[in-house]
């Protein structure tokens, strides 16, 4: 349910009327020889390999952090 403002009504008319128009418009475009398609596109995904292409550098990083432990990140706490 919408809660339009009585003075907005008109420009909505015309801007879903003419939503409708072109609904109908596409509508008369010939699709007799068109095929039904999932995809727009007939190819395959290029998929890469699953390889790792950088080396861990945690420690590296955390080398900058006011407080770590065990690998992670200490802030402080902001939810109570």
């Given at each position: 349910?919408?809660?339009?403002a009585e003075a907005d009504v008109p420009?909505?008319?015309e801007k879903l009327g003419k939503i409708i128009d072109f609904i109908d418009e596409l509508g008369k475009a010939d699709t007799?020889?068109?095929?039904?398609m999932a995809h727009p596109l007939d190819m395959s995904q290029r998929l890469r390999?699953?390889?790792?292409?950088?080396?861990?550098?945690r420690d590296y990083y955390q080398q900058n952090a006011e407080a770590t432990a065990g690998g992670l990140y200490i802030v402080p706490k902001v939810i109570e």
């Open positions: 349910m919408l809660n339009i420009d909505y008319q007799k020889d068109v095929v039904p390999p699953d390889v790792v292409a950088e080396s861990d550098q």
